[in-house]
């Protein structure tokens, strides 16, 4: 594969990248998705490189999609969960790192829950390091593969409406979508109760719904969002069964939808609570098509980063 | 003992409502009058043409963050960085590593600091034990020990009925109690202010709110107790309102804003920079605007610093794991200066009124004023002298500014405490 001509190191987020770098991302997608489709097709481009995954709090899809997009490519991969480093032995983030570095990791991914941390890594280690979720700051990863989604099965997402239903206020994966689709022209709305879709969003540029049917209505796309009540205490709503009776989207409430409406769900599902598994397996929902397309876009931003013109 | 002259500045001493240019003559670590200066043969004259001359300022909030170890060390560093910003007195919170509820630790660390410090620090006791807003502390043996005021800074009692009986018999040993306004129940794992910037960051979870309610507590507390409450570190610009409204009413109530928050908003942690996580936090610009101007037309009596070290390790972690809290002791007037000059309404009388009188009314102490028979407390700012701060020039191994790399024109270039020089460029 010819010299890329991306210069972007590490991958942090989706607000600071160029709608440029948004498409070669893509473009590269497309031919990763290619080769995957096909044996014969497929190459080793990152044979000999060591790509350290370094999970600080629990993951599956993440985690294993960054595995299969590394090893894809014929990258060596060594996975840490926080559970097996020597972080629980009070060793700090910095200091792991460093010590990944001098092992020779040629990336590190890093999923963690304090927002920031990719940066703060990106400026002590010298090797790229790409954001697999930090916080409720941003998993830009996720964001690509989404807008990669929606763009195969709507074409161009310019002037598309696109609503986000869900916890928005603690969610990484909202925040991500909508830099990625409004950098791309689509209007985002963020729907869902007053506490975890405080008004303020209105700040970044999103429209913001507390009426499910409303929110629903004039959509070309929903992507659901996991809700965590563990996460945010009691305080913000009151129980799983109220969220579900007031924002659960099910097949009674899935005919305020205009006709071929996308569902997507970053995972993981919790079926009858955000929505009905029916309608999870519905012709409407692209979540499978979500977790195919993470492979193929890990892998792009995987070749980009370790093939960067400043690396 | 010879007689200094410092001979050709601009003299401002608010407590006499100077602002001239006029000579300062003081001698064996004591002002004293032009007469008695001009009389003796035996003088040393400093040329401070183009200088401006003040009292030596007064910190009421700044924490030593003392451990048993270092304690020697870190009173040391409180008291170069606060003389090298023309500070001659600090009152110490009582968070000293051990809490300060008890007369043993109030002696213990007055041995520290008659041992270690070049400046006057002064020691506020505790208003609950443990600063954990339970149990009052023995409020009448700290006074007797020598504290200057009651306050569980950075913490405050959230039990309401603590913290109004803990204000209503501080009214007894006439001190004032300093709160920290915050409202845990609204903010206990906040790191930043419900912001823009922060929403897009996802940080946040320390709302005004959770400051204007307990603002709120204090100037009702004060009212019904009569006691002297005065509000450290406000932040937010309805708090401003509230004291201003408070004050029309006769409220006893008195504020303090700190330089960060007069001069930054919460733009400034967009780089997850924990140098810019203070408590509390920044917050947005209209709110910035409403602190200065609160501290001109007098609603926020004064200027605190909420100097608070930490070493580079614990300091520069994740965003949300950093403790809160900054160093600003050697860029308090500089930043002050630099933020208040161009506004309307500022004079140097207000700005040294705000750091030196008014800190010194509130904690009922004779620092603040160029009387003759004062301390020699003076310090000599040079308002055209540019320079850069940098952490990397001090002794301590704290480097948790906001300002770090900043650029400031005007600095003090000497300090003078009890007549010594502690501080000289």
């Known amino acids: 594969m010819e010299k890329s001509n991306w210069c972007r190191k590490s991958l942090l987020g989706i607000e600071e990248l160029t709608n440029k770098e948004i498409n070669q991302v893509l473009d590269l997608s497309k031919v990763f998705k290619n080769e995957l489709s096909d044996v014969e097709k497929r190459s080793d481009h990152l044979k000999g490189k060591r790509i350290v995954n370094l999970f600080m709090e629990p993951s599956t899809r993440t985690r294993i999609a960054f595995e299969v997009a590394a090893k894809s490519l014929h990258a060596d991969v060594i996975s840490i969960a926080e559970q097996s480093s020597s972080l629980t032995k009070g060793e700090t ?27 703060f890594l990106s400026r002590i280690v010298d090797v790229p390091i790409i954001n697999a979720g930090d916080g409720a700051h941003e998993h830009p990863s996720q964001a690509l ?7 195969e099965k709507l074409g161009s997402v310019k002037g598309k409406k696109i609503t986000i239903l869900g916890d928005i206020l603690f969610s990484r994966v909202a925040r991500s979508n909508f830099w990625a689709l409004s950098k791309m022209g689509a209007e985002v709305t963020f729907a869902g109760p007053s506490t975890l879709v405080p008004k303020r969003f209105e700040s970044m540029g999103a429209k913001v719904s507390h009426n499910l049917k409303e929110s629903l209505s004039d959509a070309d796309a929903v992507i ?24 659960g989207l099910n097949k009674n409430r899935s005919k305020w939808l205009k006709e071929g409406a996308l569902i997507l769900h970053p995972g993981p599902i919790n079926r009858g609570v955000e929505i009905d598994s029916e309608l999870a397996d519905s012709s409407n929902s692209a979540i499978l098509d979500q977790v195919s397309n993470g492979i193929a876009v890990r892998m792009a931003i995987l070749y980009l980063c370790t093939n960067s013109t400043t690396s | 003992m010879t007689v200094k002259c410092l001979k050709g500045g601009r003299l401002i001493d608010p407590y006499n409502g100077i602002d001239e240019k006029k000579d300062l003559y003081f001698r064996n670590g004591k002002i004293v009058s032009d007469s008695e200066g001009k009389s003796t043969s035996d003088i040393e004259n400093i040329d401070v043409q183009g200088k401006i001359i003040f009292p030596g300022l007064v910190d009421l909030r700044c924490h030593l963050n003392n451990d048993s170890v270092s304690a020697g060390n870190n009173i040391l560093a409180a008291s170069t960085e606060g003389s090298a910003g023309g500070y001659t007195t600090l009152l110490a919170m009582p968070d000293l590593g051990s809490i300060a509820d008890n007369p043993a630790t109030i002696e213990f660390i007055k041995d520290k600091i008659s041992r270690n410090s070049k400046i006057r620090i002064l020691l506020s006791g505790s208003l609950t034990k443990g600063s954990k807003g339970e149990v009052l502390a023995p409020l ?15 913490l405050t009692a959230q039990n309401n009925q603590i913290f109004t009986k803990g204000s209503e018999y501080a009214s007894m040993f006439n001190l004032p109690v300093i709160d920290l306004p915050r409202d845990l129940s609204l903010s206990r794992r906040g790191n930043a202010h419900n912001g823009p910037q922060s929403l897009k960051m996802g940080l946040g979870g320390y709302p005004r709110i959770a400051e204007e309610l307990f603002v709120q507590r204090a100037i009702s507390v004060s009212k019904i107790a009569n006691t002297r409450i005065h509000l450290t570190s406000i932040s ?42 203070t408590s509390p936090p920044l917050r947005e610009e209209s709110d910035r605007l409403k602190l200065v ?105 704290a480097t948790n500014s906001s300002f770090e790399y900043k650029k400031f024109k005007g600095k003090i270039v000497t300090t003078f405490f009890k007549g010594s020089e502690v501080y000289c460029t």
């Not at chain 2, 029309?248 to 996580?277: W, Y």
């Not at chain 2, 609160?294 to 605190?304: E, F, H, K, N, P």
């Open chain 1, 93 to 119: 983030l910095r200091d792991t790192a460093m010590n990944i570095q001098a092992l020779g990791a040629d990336a590190i991914v890093l999923r963690h829950s304090s927002p920031g941390s990719p940066l």
């Open chain 1, 145 to 151: 593969l989404d807008l990669y989604t929606l763009q």
């Open chain 1, 224 to 247: 659901l969002l996991r809700i965590q009540h563990e996460r945010q205490s009691s305080s913000h709503f009151p129980s799983l069964a109220e969220y579900t009776k007031i924002f």
């Open chain 2, 140 to 154: 009448g043996s700290l006074k007797d020990a020598g504290v200057v005021a009651f306050t569980d800074c950075p």
């Open chain 2, 236 to 277: 937010s610009s309805s708090s401003v309102e509230m004291i201003r409204d408070a004050k029309l009413k006769g409220s006893l109530i008195t504020a303090d804003v700190t330089p960060h928050h007069l001069s930054l908003c919460e733009k400034s942690i967009k780089d997850f920079n924990p140098n810019f996580k």
């Open chain 2, 293 to 397: 101007q609160g501290l001109l037309d007098g609603t926020i009596d004064c200027i605190a610093t909420a100097h608070e070290p930490y070493p580079e390790h614990e300091k520069n972690v994740e965003f949300d794991l950093a403790p809160t809290g900054v160093i600003g002791l050697e860029t308090a007037l500089s930043v002050c200066y630099q933020t208040l000059n161009p506004q309307n309404g500022f004079s140097w009388l207000k700005l040294i009124s705000a750091m030196s009188l008014n800190p010194s009314n509130i904690l009922n102490i004779d620092q603040g004023r160029l009387n003759i028979g004062s301390d020699a407390d003076i310090v000599i700012f040079d308002p055209d002298k540019n320079w850069i701060y940098s952490t990397n020039e001090r002794s301590s191994n």
